[in-house]
T-cell receptor, first 118, second 111 residues
């Protein structure tokens, strides 16, 4: 079984300062990991994904995440926050079973609400 | 390419009624998954369809059902609505099952 823990329910930063959103995962097999962002009253937008290629993954809008197998972590970072980054962020795992498939079931973390102050 | 579309965007129903939500995936995507998002439970997987076959199912009662058509469009149905079914219902499409792209959701309010 797979699970995701987002270590902070709320993160508050000032505009122009770095962003760190923390995520730990648990998976029986080699996972695919994703970060999605949800702006108020909107659907989910894919920020970036890790699917067993490079461990440092670059996404849209300047975000990146590093897959650390030894720490079972997949933290999301951005060097400089912008007001438009204020949203809820979800760390997501899509574990493969022994046959190498997972058939569309994503497991979501509880979300981290990012607030950006001017 | 056009994104995932969901209709209707908003819906108000009363307890005991049934509701049908529709999802049109990105052109060429054959996998459609459905999720329920509530403040208390977060995002939970309902089911996934691929080529008109349900391949995976979450832990929801049988009142929640779905289907997929030959053009990959999908519908989900909730019968005998309960207050607790009030939620944002999100549909996502994928070429196979990996990276999923989400629609804007249908917000259902049960009174």
């Amino acid at each position: 079984a797979q699970s995701v823990t987002q270590l902070d329910s709320h993160v508050s930063v000032s505009e122009g300062t770095p962003v760190l959103l923390r995520c730990n995962y648990s998976s029986s097999y080699s996972p695919s990991l994703f970060w999605y962002v949800q702006h108020p009253n909107k659907g989910l937008q894919l920020l970036l994904k890790y699917t067993s290629a490079a461990t440092l993954v670059k996404g849209i809008n300047g975000f990146e995440a590093e897959f650390k197998k030894s720490e079972t972590s997949f933290h999301l970072t951005k060097p400089s926050a912008h007001m438009s980054d204020a949203a809820e962020y979800f760390c997501v795992v899509n574990s493969k079973n022994a046959g190498g498939t997972s058939y569309g079931k994503l497991t979501f973390g509880q979300g981290t609400i990012l607030t950006v102050h001017p | 390419k056009a994104g995932v579309t969901q209709t209707p965007r908003y819906l108000i129903k009363t307890r005991g009624q049934q509701v049908t939500l529709s999802c049109s995936p990105i052109s060429g995507h054959r996998s459609v998954s459905w999720y329920q998002q509530t403040p208390g439970q977060g995002l939970q997987f309902l089911f996934e369809y691929f080529s008109e076959t349900q391949r995976n199912k979450g832990n929801f009662p049988g009142r929640f059902s779905g289907r997929q058509f030959s053009n990959s469009r999908s519908e989900m149905n909730v019968s005998t609505l309960e207050l607790g079914d009030s939620a944002l219902y999100l549909c996502a499409s994928s070429p196979a099952w990996e990276t999923q792209y989400f629609g804007p959701g249908t917000r259902l309010l049960v009174l």
